[in-house]
Nanobody
Framework: QVQLVESGGGLVQPGGSLRLSCAASGSIFSINAMAWYRQAPGKQRELVAAITSGGSTMYADSVKGRFTISRDGAKNTVILQMNSLKPEDTAVYYC???????????????WGQGTQVTVTS
């Protein structure tokens, strides 16, 4: 089983920046992709950004040009750099990993506990 530990959330003013980090550990043979999701009060959880083992990335339209996802494969860590933050970015941000626990699989999905990001003046 994988453990995903997020850090870096907090309170920031509009236009500010935050850097989220997520470290994966545990029974991991390989990680196919890692991603960040977020869930605002009263809303469904949504995909913010994702990165594959090959380095391909994707972003939600609402964060394109402001957020950057990166990954340190050797450390099984994924980073979300968030710039030009807006009040509507306020949410709990969750780290996600699509991984193989061993060479035989099956593909498994793990979630972190979440970290709060609040953007307010």
């Amino acid at each position: 089983q994988v453990q995903l530990v997020e850090s870096g959330g907090g309170l920031v003013q509009p236009g500010g920046s935050l850097r989220l980090s997520c470290a994966a550990s545990g029974s991991i043979f390989s990680i196919n992709a890692m991603a960040w999701y977020r869930q605002a009060p009263g809303k469904q959880r949504e995909l913010v950004a994702a990165i594959t083992s090959g380095g391909s990335t994707m972003y939600a339209d609402s964060v394109k040009g402001r957020f950057t996802i990166s990954r340190d494969g050797a450390k099984n860590t994924v980073i979300l750099q968030m710039n030009s933050l807006k009040p509507e970015d306020t949410a709990v941000y969750y780290c996600n990993a699509d991984y193989l626990p061993n060479a035989l699989g099956p593909p498994t999905v793990g979630w972190g506990q979440g970290t709060q990001v609040t953007v307010t003046s």
